[in-house]
């Protein structure tokens, strides 16, 4: 491994029309019985969401600078199976279900290998500079529907 592989920050990527974000469980990330804080998986798919918007090439920081625009999570329905624990190797699939015209709707699963710990679905909506949704960019839509789950 080159020093300059280290220096650049770790990117998920894409399986087919999912997308997979790894991550080690930390000792900042768990309880005082070394259990994963249930808040923490929220943080766990926000990287994990920022990292596959990113992938799919919508650049949202150009946008918010621009604009005022952003993605906000407006509705999550989540589920927690099983604990994870300090140092385990975790992975986050994220999966496009359905696009529309101001949001996009997503499945985000937490996995220690074969064992799902948690499984939430989420709305994110576009917003305008103002906090109310607006219609995405076209090419965004079009950039989201090339990802998403077959109907």
Do not use: C
């Not at 005082?32 to 799919?56: C, Q, T, W």
Request: hydrophobic fraction near 35%.
């Amino acid at each position: 491994m080159t020093s300059e592989s280290l220096d650049t920050p770790y990117r998920g990527g894409f399986v087919g029309n999912e997308h997979h974000f790894a991550l080690t469980v930390y000792f900042e990330d768990t309880d005082a019985y070394g259990i994963v804080y249930y808040a923490n998986y929220l943080k766990f798919m926000e990287r994990a969401r920022s990292d596959m918007i990113r992938a799919v090439g919508v650049d949202q920081a150009a946008e918010l600078n621009r604009s005022g625009s952003a993605y906000a999570v407006v509705e999550v329905d989540i589920r927690y199976r099983k604990p994870g624990r300090l140092g385990d190797d975790l992975q986050v699939i994220s999966t496009v279900d359905q696009v529309r015209a101001s949001s996009v709707h997503i499945q985000q699963r937490v996995m220690r290998g074969s064992e799902m710990l948690t499984d939430a679905r989420l709305t994110a909506a576009f917003l305008g500079g103002d906090g109310r949704p607006q219609r995405q960019p076209k090419d965004w839509v079009e950039k989201f529907r090339s990802i998403a789950k077959p109907a």
